[in-house]
């Protein structure tokens, strides 16, 4: 019996968390979940999330956590229903987001099996995200270096049009940068105390990243009661 992949992932903006998440989230059938990507689907819509979370995006700021907590535990919930199983990119980026994250999880019987830190210089951080595109219709991630798509421009799975990101320019991603560490990088060692943090090198390929997480869960789902069978 198998533990289902129940997973955080962690790392600074370009460490490649969001190719990483699309990928395991694939490989193991289970619902993706980036905050990230459901903020900026919602300022599309300009629902009332997204008008709240707009500017706060656009300053490379973090939006407040009681506004992240409650989106993400609605969408943990579901997802816990039907497949006992997720990965999650770009949450928690906080430890007031890990601690409510935890008391959620550990009180629905589903705790975070690993948490993954893509490790990797700012400097790289920032050269990667001058090569970032994705997909405006299904949100793909691509990098036009490091994983670019078949056909310039264009999504693979669906066809539809690669964009930039505006938070994606250089002067917001140093600051982008800057709140990592200062809020987000405590929490490697949040993870580490409970014995669950696992860190990647991610100055190296795509694939060779994915098959060291590949290995990583693995490991740690292996045996494990509660699973899927
Ligand atoms: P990402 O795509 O993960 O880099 O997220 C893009 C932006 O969405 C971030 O710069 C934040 O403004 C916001 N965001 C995403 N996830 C969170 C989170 N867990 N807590 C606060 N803000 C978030």
Known sequence: MRDPARVVLLGPPGAGKGTQ????????????????????????????????????????ELVPDDVVVGMVTATLDEAQRDHKGFILDGFPRTIRQAELLEEHTVEGGFPITAALAFTVTDELAVKRIAGRRTCSVCQRPYNVELSPPREEGICDRCGGRLIQREDDREETVRHRLEVYHAQTQPLLEFYRDRGILHEIDADTSVDEMTDRAVATIERVTAGAPGGRG
């Open 21 to 60: 998440a699309y990928r395991l989230a694939t490989r193991y059938n289970v619902p993706l979940i980036s905050t990230g990507d459901i903020f900026r689907r919602n300022v599309e819509e300009q629902s009332d999330l997204g008008m709240e979370a707009k500017s706060y995006m656009e300053a490379g």
